[in-house]
């Protein structure tokens, strides 16, 4: 069975700053997927970043980036030049390369302090 | 176009009433998803179709009744609800591919009373 961690309950970070959520994840499987997606307060959970476990590059998307250790299963997500409406919960999620379903881990609720 | 809309946007019932939730989308997805989330927890999977057939059910009790009409239609039928069932309940959609991004709608909040 596959299982999703995130250790930080509820994080805070200045406006502008720089915050690193962690994951990590336990799988015997080779080839999957991982993501993070974002939920504000009374809105729509929409992906952030999304990783291919079989490539070695850290994904990007503007001010959000991944630290994916593949050896060390560890999936981090930066936010640099935080913004108001970061603040949301962030949830990590492992898809599995075959089947449709996603694990997700319990989610950080992150606030931009203005 | 990446949406997926869900009505109602709010239901309140009893515990006696029959109704649906509904969800659509119209990217193409040959998967959908029904999800039941309490406040600051993760979604938990309920049901998965996948063309338009039942794959996964997680142990859901029966009165929640699921049915996809169409490639595009997911609805999710409630029945004699107790209240620990009041949650957001999120649909969401894929492509039938491996490691697809799951694409949620904005949820149907629901309170049983």
């Avoid at chain 1, 502008?16 to 939920?39: G, I, P, R």
């Avoid at chain 2, 040959?30 to 999977?45: D, G, H, N, S």
């Avoid at chain 2, 142990?59 to 620990?84: D, I, K, W, Y």
Wanted: aromatic residues 12%; contains cysteine; hydrophobic residues 30%.
């Amino acid at each position: 069975a596959q299982t999703v961690t995130q250790s930080q309950p509820e994080m805070s970070v200045q406006e502008a700053e720089t915050v690193t959520l962690s994951c990590t994840y336990d799988t015997s499987e080779n080839n999957y997927y991982l993501f993070w997606y974002k939920q504000p307060p009374s809105r729509q959970m929409i992906l952030v970043i999304r990783q291919e476990a079989y490539k070695q590059q850290n994904a990007t998307e503007n001010r959000f980036s991944v630290n994916f250790q593949k050896a060390a299963k560890s999936f981090s997500l930066k936010i640099s030049d935080s913004q108001l409406g970061d603040t949301a919960m962030y949830f990590c999620a492992f898809g599995m390369n075959t089947g449709n379903q996603f694990y997700f881990g319990t989610g950080t609720s992150l606030t931009v302090i203005p | 176009d990446t949406e997926v809309t869900q009505t109602p946007k709010h239901l309140v019932m009893g515990m006696t009433n029959k109704k649906s939730l509904k969800c659509e989308q119209h990217m193409g997805h040959r998967a959908m998803y029904w999800y039941k989330q309490k406040a600051k927890k993760p979604p938990e999977l309920m049901f998965v179709y996948s063309y338009e057939k039942l794959s996964i059910n997680e142990s859901v009790p029966s009165r929640f009744s699921p049915e996809c009409p169409n490639s595009s239609l997911l609805n999710l039928h409630l029945h004699a609800l107790q209240p620990e069932d009041s949650a957001l309940y999120l649909c969401a959609s894929s492509l039938l591919r491996e490691g697809e991004t799951q694409y949620f709608g904005p949820g149907t909040r629901l309170l049983v009373l």
